[in-house]
């Protein structure tokens, strides 16, 4: 099947049938057989003898393999993986960048951050909160216009997060969840319709802000001088070294338009106000 | 002694609006430096380099470390033979 994710499409296939329905209830509406693939995925099951002795899958970008096998329990999140490995390891056209994308009346906020800063939760927050989702793991900026492209993926919520989002929001339509991974538990979280992602349009950066979850801290914000924003924001580019002068100059060019903070947080309330009051223009 | 330096073919130096620093970019190694402005204050988040213009215009000028980044001589010995090594900058003249 072909799977259309707006900047990128990915022929994918499958001998477990198990994944399937998973795809079609976060994908379906954007398979389609008509597009070119960008590129050619597979999960596959191992060995003959690891299909009954603790089975496990492979990823495979046409015929590589990038990752070890991993329990076949956990093909789907192999999948999501997978693919994000194809997109940073092989767009050199556009400056990725390891963040999330919010969107708001076309003015978009980048939040790169490390594991367990509570990225995907605050994402998923915001996306079903009157934000636009325009992505949960990395920011696709385009090298001419600096304007950040929408792709079309699922949250990818994990441990405690999956519980929490799904109290907020217990009619959103979540993936199950898959214990025991390298992350910890995981789930995946669909936020938008097909129809509703082709409508968003590359958008502005008009800030970029490195999140931290802090148990029961209150708000605290730091504004950031362009220096410390330009350090650590190249540290969270995918392709920085592959792009060289090229990634220099548009993360130069991102961090001398964008306001750029950093925010400790123990309220996602709180974090909703600080970027409707002092982020967005 | 003031000491002058060229940055090499393949450095690019942004130099930060906000006067907060400056950063390097080899095109050899691909790696970057940034190196903070010892007198950058948040209080004054608009003071910008006197040498922006020179240094983004004509790499052929020298480098004045010491000056863009308000360093002591001490911290600017210490700057100058870190960015000789790493293949950043060479010695215009002495």
Redesign the interface.
Known sequence: MLINIGAYCFRVSTDRKDIVPVIESLYGDSINTSDVADFSVKILSTSILRRFLKPQVSFFCDQHSPFKPLPAAQAYPLLEWGMNWCIATHDHTRLLVHAAVLVKNGQAIIFPAVPGSGKSTLTAYHALSGWSLYSDEMAVIDLKTGLVEPIYRPVCLKNNSIYLVKKWFPDSLFTPTWKDTQKGDVAHLKVLKWNEHRSLSPAKIIAVVFPKYVKDQELTVYQLNQLQGFETLSKNVFNYTTLGKTGFFAVDRLIRHAKLFEIEYGSLQDVNEFLAEDVLM | MSRSYVLHAKT?V?V???G????L?S?FS?R?A?L??QS?K?ED?FKKPTDTAVLLENKIQSFEIKSILSLNDVDTLKVEKWLLNNDFISILSH
């Open positions: 690019d942004v930060m609006q906000d907060s620093g400056v950063v970019f095109g691909g970057c940034f903070q402005n950058f948040v988040p």
